[in-house]
């Protein structure tokens, strides 16, 4: 359904079946499919591990945590069933990844998740897809019968003496449930309403047995791992970030799409020659560069980064999820952080007081500030509110909140006082604004 | 009962692939909504006894989730994606354009029941926005030209 993009710098290792039929099993086959899985049957536990830790596959829900060290705290022994839980909860804001990977190759993700299973000693996996994404489910459904249909699933598989199922699941309209402790508890039947860590997942998960939970991206990437060595993966990026991963190009570029690209690749080179440069020859103001929930990089910023993991985190800054969204000059930050904002105040569950509130107030704050009626000490406040709910909430999403507005405030502070004394948005002097619709719900 | 026999051993079916009985109801709920057209009252009690919950435990799950509805939407639900990648390619016009067009505001139907209007968080379109969800058909890449297009088709299908 979504138009696939592409350019010569991809190097098409997880998107290398897009448009090319997959979905249906005999094609997948022919293209590899299932090799990676029986290769894995022939492999003890801890050698699967280890070949996902060489290959410094890092996690592409966004956090990017090691995903073999994550396999690694499981528990040998458990009293309690294991489970993988496959997150195709995609819905941080700029990002549009999984849902290629779930449209076009659904049994990488099936066979990424059976390795997994074996690497940790779970027999039952869960591929949990968004609620809007009822054609992805459909799909997803249709690929785990035909595999059942071939004995690749259920008892016995692949004649190898073992059993493993996998089931789909579906959510319906959260975004709070792409944070893997909220997940569970929406997997469960209830609210997705974050549970407090430690004890992480990986030891007390689902039904309190011990819990792999990996995103779509990172689980579709195993097999080609084990079939193609974890060295050769890891050789494509920079030391410590292992690999390609999809960037969802959006916003200001001419030419937006998904593409394949090693860890590391210029940013600069991704906006203007893969994205194509920004349009109608305006000039670049800012970066979202991986989700909504990340800092925004400034134009001087953007142009000197590479985007793998620690060229980030060496600024004390993030990665996230993939989602690069593209600002061009006439951008007007103090809307572009109401609209951020109005996103997380939607989504924040309630549960802990500063994002349930901060969230609140800084919505208020920021509309009406954009609306002309903003203070000076306002724009300091803003900044402190945020800064306030950073590390104080269950899960993340009060720093998804915080992390953006903090960033938008010391970058472009000149725009905030340009809103000041009832003057109308720079941007936008015909004064629109105050009828941006409001959500209610 | 408050939905088919059909959905209801589909339900059966599933539920056999988890640990506890409450576990498929967010996709239990999502279902019968779908064929209900809203959260009925008759569905939280069918679900809660499905599930040995109370109705008060399920309708705290409906609550959390906001595809979920307790009053009818139109035939067509037009859901307009506001956040940032849309809104940077112009869907606070394209929502104007639906209003104007269809006569109505955010979770509001026209007369004849056959459109909804809802204005909605990331769909993930964002490389192909600005985007439109009508139930569970994207439609992406629009113009308000384009999108009278993609309305004039549900129209013609009535």
Redesign the interface.
Known sequence: MANLTSHPDEIRVVSQRFGKGATDLSTYLQLDGYKAVQKALAMQPDDIINEVKTSNLRGRGGAGFPTGMKWSFVPKQSDKPKYILVNGDESEPGTCKDRLILEHDPHSVIEGVIIAGLAVGAKIGYVYIRGEYRYLVDIMRQAIADAYAKGFLGKNIFGSGKDFDVYWHTGAGAYEVGEESALMESLEGKRGIPRIRPPFPAVVGLWGGPTVINNVESIAAVPHIILMGGQKFANYGPPKNGGTRLFCLSGHVNKPGVYELPLGYPLKTLIYDVGGGIPNGRKLKAVVPGGSSTFLLNAEEAESINMDFDSFAKRGEFLGSGGVVILDDQTCMVKFALRVMKFYQHESCGWCIPCREGTDWLKKTLTRFHNGGGLRKDIDNIRYLAQNMLGRTFCPLGDAAAIPTMSIVDKWRSEFEAHLEGKPCPFDPEGKISELPVLSH | MAISEKLDQFFDA?MK????K??????M??YSQDEVGYISDEVVAHLAKK?DLTELEVR??V??????RSRPAGKYNVQVC????C???GA?EL?EHCEKRLGI???ETTPDGMFSLE?V?????????PAV?VN???H??LTPDAMDKVLENYRKRG
């Open positions: 599933k692939e988890y640990p506890t409450r576990s498929f109801l967010v996709p709920l999502l599930t705290n799950v609550s959390y989730y906001s595809m979920l506001t956040n940032i990648c809104m940077l390619r606070d929502m505001g955010h979770k204005e968080e990331c769909i993930g379109a964002c490389s192909w926005a969800q569970y058909d994207f992406e890449n």
